[in-house]
C-alpha cells in the first residue's frame, strides 16, 4: 500500500519513530484522485479508419484516451476520467460508463459505443487506495519520502517499495518499478529480511 495508507492502516508494534509516520501520512498517494474506464473490442476498427486510437478531450468525460490493444489479444481503449471525485461520487458507475461509451461513439463512430465489455476503477473509491486527504489531484508529484526508519527496532527490517516512494519516479509505474529495486537491492545488502510494504 502507499505511504499514506500504511501509516494510517497498519499498526506497528513497537511503533515506527514519529516523524517517519508523518512523512508518510503527508505523502499524497499520485493515482488516488484518478479513475479509467476500459472498453474491450473483437478488433481495432480503428486502425482500419487509419486513425491512432489516442484522444485528448476537453469535453469528456475522459480527457486522455489510448489505444492498449494486446497483440494477439482483444483490443482495447482506455482512458483517464477528468471528472473530478467529488462529483463522480454522486453519479452511477453505470452512468459513467455509459457517457465513457457515448464519448468514444463520438470520437470512433458506433462500434466504439458498443464494446464487448467495459470496465471502470475508481480509485478515490477504493479504500486501499485512497484517504479524504487524497481526493483532489495533485498538479504535480511530490518528493518520496524516506523508505524505512533510520533507526529503532525497525531498522534494517521494512522497506516502501511501492511508487510513492521511488526518489526518481514517484507515482509512475516506473516508480514502483524502481522503489521495489531498491528495496530488494538493499534487503540484499544487508542479509537482512525486510518486510515489504507494497503500493500503487
Do not use: N
Not at 23 to 31: A, D, G, I, L
Not at 165 to 189: H, P, Q
Request: aromatic share 8%; proline share 10%.
Amino acid at each position: 500500500m502507499p505511504p499514506r495508507l500504511a501509516a494510517r492502516r497498519i499498526s506497528f508494534e513497537p511503533p515506527l519513530p514519529s516523524e517517519l509516520l508523518h512523512r508518510w501520512w503527508q505523502t499524497p498517494t499520485w493515482m488516488a484522485p484518478h479513475a479509467k474506464y476500459v472498453a474491450i473490442y473483437e478488433a481495432p476498427f480503428w486502425r482500419e479508419q487509419g486513425l491512432s486510437g489516442s484522444a485528448r478531450s476537453a469535453v469528456g468525460p475522459m480527457t486522455e484516451i489510448h489505444d492498449v490493444s494486446m497483440p494477439g489479444g482483444h483490443a482495447a481503449l482506455f482512458g483517464f476520467l477528468g471528472v473530478p471525485a467529488q462529483v463522480r461520487s454522486q453519479v452511477s458507475e453505470a452512468d459513467l460508463r455509459a457517457h465513457c461509451r457515448a464519448q468514444l461513439g463520438r470520437l470512433w463512430g458506433a462500434r466504439a459505443a458498443a464494446p464487448v465489455a467495459d470496465a471502470l476503477k475508481d480509485w478515490a473509491a477504493d479504500p486501499m487506495t485512497a484517504t479524504d486527504d487524497d481526493q483532489h489531484p495533485l498538479g504535480h508529484h511530490v518528493e518520496a519520502p524516506p523508505r524505512s526508519p533510520e533507526a529503532g527496532p525497525w531498522q534494517g527490517c521494512l522497506t516502501g517499495i511501492g511508487s510513492e516512494w521511488s526518489r526518481e519516479f514517484s507515482g509512475y509505474l516506473a516508480g514502483a518499478v524502481d522503489a521495489a529495486t531498491e528495496g530488494v537491492r538493499a534487503m540484499l545488502a544487508t542479509g537482512h529480511a525486510r518486510v515489504p510494504i507494497l503500493g500503487t
